[in-house]
Structure formats: C-alpha cells, structure tokens
C-alpha cells in the first residue's frame, strides 16, 4: 500500500504534527519536540521541552525569550541530514528573515515540504529562498490574492527618502515589526545611499545587534530617546520602531510626527488609511500573488497544501492549474504579522 | 499619468489641511497646462466623462481573469476600481523604462472625444500601459469617483495661494470656467489678464458675521443696527440670469440639482442671499420645518416625489445683492433691505418670503426677544449696521451673530480613540454616554474639542489608567456609577435619530468642562435629553 501523506504530516491543535518522527513543526503549544522554521513569535515560543532549529532560530530565541527558553535545543544548519526516529529531515532557506528555514521531512518514499512563511525575492539580510522538490508543499497564504503584487522594496525606499527630503521639519516615524522587517528596512536605507544615523526605539535594539554580529551591516543607529534631543533634533530624522508605539506616549518626543509603515498590507489604501498611515511603505517578507504561483510551477509537488491567510484563492488557484490542493486548517498565526 | 496618481496619493493620505494646500500648490507650479487644469477639474469634480460605467469595468476585468479569483479579490479590498488597478493582469513585458504611458491630458481629451462604445477598448488599452497607482487613477477619473475630503473651499484657496490673489475672486470666476482653465493658470501666474466671467447666474462671495461678545455690547449703539432672527437652515445664495437659475451654498457649491423645487421656482433676474429650509404653506400661514427636515433633503443626487413633496424646499431671504443689472451690493443696508423687501414681494409666497427685522430699542429688548424666540428652528439674532454695504468674507464690526445659549448635559466618557497628526499618541476623540437605566449607559455622541492642551494631558492619563477594553485605535474606558469621568457637553441642538442606538442625534457636541468632581451617577438620564427633543419640536 502507497504511503499517504496523511501518514507522515497532520494537522493537530498544537500545530502540525509528525506521527513516525513524534514531533511538531512550529507548535503553538508547549509539546516535547519542536522544529521551528523561523523566530516570529507566532511560529517559535518558549517553553518546549525540545527545539530543533537552524542556529541563527535558536539564537533569536534565546535573544527573545532567553536561553532558558527550552530544556534542550539541537541546531541544523541549511543542507544538513538529522535523522529523528524513522524520519529525516533538513533545512532549507526560506529567505523570510534571518535564520528562516523550510522544512523538508522524509519518510519512506515520501517528502514534504513546510515552507514555513517564506519570499522568493533577493533579501541583503538573510539567505536567498530555495526551491526543494517535493511530493507535498506546505505553502503559506498571507497574500494570496491577485491584488497583492508587491513592489519593488528599493522603490518604497526612495519613495520614503525622498518624502524626508521635502518634509525637514518633520520626524519620519517608520513601523516595522523588530525581526527581519527593521533590518530589512534598514539595510535597503543604507543601500539607498543615506547613511545619516537612524533612530530605534529601545525593542529594535537587541535583534539589530544580533544582525550586526552575523556581519549584516546597519550603519549609525541611535536610541531614539529624549535624552538624544530635545524634541527639534528629530526634525528630518528616520525613527523605526514597532508600529504599537506609534500610538503610544512615546510618540509624543518627536516633532509633528509622519507615520509611516513598511508592511505587504499597505498595498490596500484602506489598511492603511484605518492605521492612519500618511506614508504606506509596500514592503513585504512574505510571497506575493505571482511568487506563491511561481514558487509552486518551480517546486512542481505533486499536491499543495495551503495554510494560513487567504487559502481559497490558492486552491482556486491550483485547481485551474490542474494541481491537487487543499486548505490546512492549522490555528494561531497571526495574519498581520508583516 | 503619474504625477496625477502621486498627487491622488498624497491627497489621500495627507491628513492636515495645510500640508494639503502645499501639495496642490507645488503641483500647479510644477505641472504645465493642460495637465494640470484637467487634475484640477478631476479633484474638483468639475470634469464631465462621457462614462464608462462601473459594469463595463467589471467585464474588462473578467475577461482577463478568473471571476472567482476577482470576487475573493473585490470581498477583500471593498473598492472596485482599486481591485481592478491592483489586480489587472498585464499583457506584455514589464513596465519598467517604457514611455508609452499615456498622460492625463491625453486620457481626458481622448475620452471626451469618444464614443461610448470606444471608451472600455481605450481604457483597456491605457490598463495595460500604466502602472497600478496609474490604473488607480484612470479608472477613478473614468468613473468620477473622488472621495479625498477635499472641500471645494480649500481647492479654491490652493489657487487663491498660488495665485497670491483673494480666494473671493476665484469664487467669483470659477462658475464661469471651463476645464482645463488655461486662462485662470495663465491670470494666476501674471501672464495673462484676469479671465472675464461670461456665466450666467455667477456665484458672489458670501458676507459673514462674527460672534458678538458680552463687551462689544457697551461699543455698539442700537441705533446704527438692525437685528433679525437666525435661521437653523442652510445659508444660500438663489441667482437667476438670462433664463439660468442657480442655488450655490455659502462657498459657492451648486447644489441646484438637489433643489429642483425651489430652482423652477426662481422666476426673477437677480441674486438674493439667505436661509435655505424647510416649510409648508398650511391654511394657518407658513409652518417651518427642523433642521432635521432639512436634512432629509441635503446631498442628494436625486429626490424622489415624496420628498419634494413631504419636506419642501423654502428660501427665506435675507439680502439683495443684484436686481436685474445693477449690483447692490455697494449700497447700505437698509436700502438693500427696502429693496429685497418690494422684489420678494413679488415671489411665489409658498417658496420666498422675508427675514423679519426685529424691533428693539435697547440691547435687553433684543436679550429678551433671544432668550424667546417664537419657533425651535431659530437658533439666536443676527445684528447688522445699517450703513454697512455687502462685503465678501468677514469684514469686523458689520454684522454680528448672537446665537442662543447651548444645550449643557452631564455624560460619562464611555470610549476613547487616538487622533491624528499633532494629536498622534493622545487620546483625543471621545464617546461619551447617558444613563438609560440604572447601570446600563448608551452613548449619544462624539465630541473631540473643547479642552485645553493640559486638560488633553490628563484625559489622555485617565483613558490609558482606566482602560477596560481595546479594540484597535480605540479604547473603552471604566464607566460605571463609582467609578468614570464626566463631561459637561455642550451642543446646538437635538434630533431623533434611528441611525443612533440611543435614538437622540446631538449638533455640534463638544466639552465645555471636565467634571472631575461628579460622581458619574449623577450624570444625566437619557429621558432629559428625550424631553429636550420635545421642548424644541
């Protein structure tokens, strides 16, 4: 009888579960054996008992939730074999953020894919996506939509720096979310020629720190706090911090402020105008519309399985494509995290 | 195409009214003719399309993909011609280097120049050309949708600005200009002479008043005045010329077509100023409407028979600005007022009639007669200098506002929602409840001003010390009989509303004290607002 699927990868309340190698891939739950594609805290939390990860995952989560956030952790670097109970598995590149990995899991004559969150295109702060073939690929939805094309990331920049240029007076505050879109966002400003310093607010910090130290140069970064100025010193200036803090009293120090946000939901004027977003920055860490399709004509599976975000499209998708797919009904991530 | 999209954009999403003018100024220095008096007829939505109406779109789109895929794709953005710009799957290669983008003026001369049944093959063609802010574009002006916020008002005081000139003199031209306006640029910019107004029936710019204060009082001499009621309608202007009759609001927006009835009853050759509302001629003489009537009727692309014939139209005038050839506007105003009086005399009665002049000799008469006006729809007395003449804007010391007394309730802060701009990081907008019973508050309005900057600092501590509940941008706030803040709102006015869980629609709510000191169980009840209703009906 032909191995199914089914067999080897299923979705449980915990998350995605591994019958013959008994572990989860990005629980949301506390379980015994964890493989995590990536640091978003919506697919690593603390508290498993065993975490297998790349070791750029296992860092950020000992940055995040500190190195006692599993009993044990084992790290895989990208290519490399580890065999767990009658199963391999290995770790590819998914090019989501620094350290992001799909997950390919073997067993028998079997192989499936958990592409985790994942983007095709080229980013300077984290390895390049890798196509994997495979019998069953496990895809994200977050854009799945044909409305979702997102621009070139280098045009949103200039986009950004040269509303700072025409706008002197005002300070530019920037959301982006710590992991990978600050670095991301940062490094495009550095490409981009700016090389004035950029001010953080004090949860960007750490996680820039560590990009430093993997060798992905940020420039001059400063803490964006009261003691660095009087409230006219950040007239001109570029501040980055987590879009929740834009609503906060710390938002309060800078001079007439000029929200922006550098998220893959900004293609959407109305997303926009309810975040009261005066400068939308399309700048994604996820597949858009023609990468999803692309990504699945090159890893050719046999069957897709689509997760998270809007899974009808893709399927829809697929169907005229003649692919075989279905919805993974998998619970907790997080649609906004972009 | 593109510098037209970036200004939409910006427009869009641009918050403050300054930063909005600077945009349109820049973009009439930076932009040549025609280009830029075609954008400026789009925004100012003075540009007549022949249409490609929305369900021509719909099968452009759907014969270049899946209709399911397009529907998924509609459900999740809520706007069609943004859906289609986003996700028009293109024919051929990437844009990037080509400039065979078609321009704005190209898009509307050519639109205006064609069929109905060519205009979905060129759009279709433009689609392929532009990117998505450029197809966003097309399809907007193609479909004359433009909602920004943008008030005819501050696009005429972008040019006024641009121009250096007074804003009274574009309203006084605008009405008499075509798209793409190259005279006006041309006047604008000192290279051409001031554009002559050759419309009939032109908008003139309206004379305001100033709210008097208690000490202007001892100024002023009765005797140089004269006082009338002020009306809660509309404030309008009717003119009528060689056969064309026109009804524009105070800043000069024809609203003719939503006021057919009142329009075909303009039988004179003239311009008169005054209070647009609603009344019926009954067997006891006129009975005037609320402004609650009167709304039945506002912004209204079409009226229906029943409304024309439930709430109609009313013109109770005011002044006289024109008769026939000659412009009164230079002359006092008891003479403008003689005049009005023998011109409106000749006017359908069920339609016209005129503001009646108050008699007081001291300011206590006229304090008494405000304190008592014979009808819920006036809402104070305005005060004018006989000798002054009709002057456009608000010049001082002519004529004087004296509204009455605001409503004053107790209510208790219920939610709270951060502002914009210089407001960012503070919580500014307010909803704030009555009770309806004992625990039990329902909010009845919004206000967002009123406060001073310190006492913003201390709502904004109490909303985030107090928070019970976030729902994005807002916050809902600990309201109960113990615990909560109290507001003392004061408002113009009050309506029933079925829009309103309450049922109780305020004018005009904004704070007039912060009562920290008031227990929130001795707020008000929402039966005293209900019987507010039935004082003023």
Request: glycine fraction near 8%; include cysteine; charged fraction near 30%.
């Amino acid at each position: 009888m032909a191995t199914r699927p089914e067999d080897l990868l299923i979705p449980r309340r915990e998350g995605l579960y591994c019958p013959p190698g008994d572990f989860f891939i990005d629980p949301v739950r506390n379980v015994d054996r964890a493989l995590i594609t990536h640091g978003h805290a919506d697919h690593a939390r603390a508290g498993h008992d065993h975490v297998l990860a790349t070791p750029q995952t296992l860092d950020i989560m000992a940055i995040r939730y500190g190195a006692d956030h599993a009993r044990e952790t084992q790290a895989a670097g990208f290519g490399e074999t580890v065999r767990i109970k009658d199963v391999t598995v290995r770790f590819h590149p998914a090019g989501h953020v620094l350290g992001s990995a799909q997950i390919a899991v073997e067993w028998k004559d079997l192989r499936i894919v958990a592409s985790g969150d994942y983007k095709p295109r080229p980013d300077p702060t984290c390895a390049t996506f890798e196509p994997v073939p495979c019998d069953v690929f496990i895809t994200e939805a977050t854009f799945a939509l044909p409305v979702f094309r997102h621009p070139d990331a280098m045009d949103e920049i200039t986009r950004l720096l040269r509303s700072v240029s025409r706008n002197p007076e005002r300070a530019h505050l920037v959301g982006v979310y710590s992991l990978g879109k600050a670095q991301r966002v940062i490094r495009l400003i550095r490409d981009a020629g700016y090389h004035q310093p950029l001010y953080l607010h004090g949860a960007l910090q750490k996680l820039c720190d560590y990009y430093e130290s993997q060798g992905i140069a940020l420039g001059d970064l400063r803490p964006a706090t009261v003691d660095a100025g009087a409230k006219g010193d950040f007239a001109g200036a570029i501040v980055l911090g987590p879009p929740s803090a834009f609503g906060d009293k710390w938002a309060r120090r800078f001079p007439d402020p000029l929200v922006s946000f550098a998220s893959g939901w900004m293609q959407v004027r109305a997303r926009a105008r309810q975040r009261g977003v005066e400068l939308p920055l399309v700048i994604s860490d996820h597949a858009d519309w023609d990468e999803l399709a692309d990504t699945i004509q090159t890893v050719g599976p046999g069957e897709v399985w689509v997760t998270h975000g809007r899974e009808e499209a893709l399927v829809r998708w697929c169907a005229m494509q003649g692919i075989p797919a279905r919805p993974l009904h998998l619970v907790g991530y997080e649609d906004e995290g972009d | 195409m593109n510098r037209f999209a970036d200004l939409l954009d910006m427009l869009a999403f641009t918050p403050s009214r300054n930063a909005k003018l600077r945009l349109l100024q820049d973009f009439f220095r930076t932009v040549p003719d025609p280009e830029r008096g075609y954008a400026l007829a789009a925004i100012a939505r003075d540009l007549d399309i022949p249409a490609v109406k929305p369900a021509q779109l719909r099968e452009l789109i759907s014969a270049r993909m899946d209709p399911e895929l397009f529907g998924y794709s509609y459900d999740y953005v809520g706007d069609l011609a943004e859906t289609i710009a986003l996700a028009w799957p293109q024919k051929g290669e990437a844009l990037a280097g080509r400039n065979d983008m078609p321009g704005l003026s190209e898009v509307v001369e050519t639109l205006i120049a064609s069929s109905r049944r060519d205009g979905p093959r060129l759009v279709e063609d433009w689609l392929d050309r532009l990117d998505p802010p450029g197809r966003y574009a097309l399809l907007k002006l193609v479909t004359g949708g433009f909602r920004m916020g943008l008030s005819g008002r501050l696009i005429k005081q972008s040019l006024a600005a641009f121009g250096e000139v007074d804003v009274n003199e574009i309203e006084e031209l605008w009405h008499g200009l075509a798209p793409p306006y190259t005279e006006l640029f041309a006047w604008l910019e000192g290279s051409g002479d001031k554009p002559v107004n050759a419309a009939a029936a032109p908008f003139r710019p309206v004379m305001l008043s100033h709210a008097i204060d208690d000490k202007d009082f001892e100024k002023l001499d009765p005797k140089d005045f004269t006082a009338e009621w002020k009306w809660d309608g509309i404030r309008v202007q009717a003119t009528s010329e060689r056969g064309i009759s026109r009804l524009y609001t105070r800043t000069g927006d024809d609203i003719s077509a939503t006021f057919p009835d009142l329009v075909d009853a303009i039988g004179f050759d003239g311009a008169l100023d005054g209070e647009l509302l609603v009344a019926r001629a009954t067997e006891g003489g006129l009975e005037t409407g609320s402004f609650s009537d009167l709304q039945q009727r506002l912004n209204r692309k079409k009226v229906s028979a029943k409304q024309l014939r439930d709430f109609p139209a009313f013109f109770r005038a005011y002044d006289l600005l024109q008769e026939g050839d000659e412009d009164l506007r230079p002359r006092p105003f008891v003479e403008r007022r003689q005049r009005l009086e023998a011109f409106v005399s000749g006017l359908d009665p069920a339609r016209f009639d005129c503001s009646q002049l108050l008699s007081f000799e001291s300011w206590d008469d006229l304090a008494a007669l405000r304190a008592n006006p014979p009808f819920a729809v006036i809402e104070g007395v305005m005060i004018k200098r006989k000798a002054a003449p009709y002057l456009p804007g608000r010049p001082k010391g002519e004529w004087f506002k004296w509204k009455r007394d605001p409503f004053l309730i107790d209510a208790v802060l219920m939610y709270a929602q951060r502002g914009h701009g210089k407001r960012s990081g503070f919580y500014s907008d307010y909803t704030f409840g009555v009770w309806r019973e004992p625990g039990e508050l329902v909010p009845v309005g919004k206000a967002y001003f009123g406060f001073t900057d310190d006492e913003l600092i201390e709502i904004d501590k109490y909303v985030r010390n107090n928070t019970i509940e976030r729902f994005g941008p807002v916050r809902s706030v600990r309201a109960g009989a113990e615990k909560g803040l109290v507001f003392e709102i004061a408002f113009e006015g009050i309506n029933r509303s079925s829009r309103h869980k309450s049922g109780v629609a305020m004018r005009f709510p904004r704070i007039s004290r912060l009562r920290w000191d008031k227990p929130p169980a001795e707020a008000d009840r929402l039966e005293t607002l209900e019987r507010m209703i039935d004082g003023t009906e």
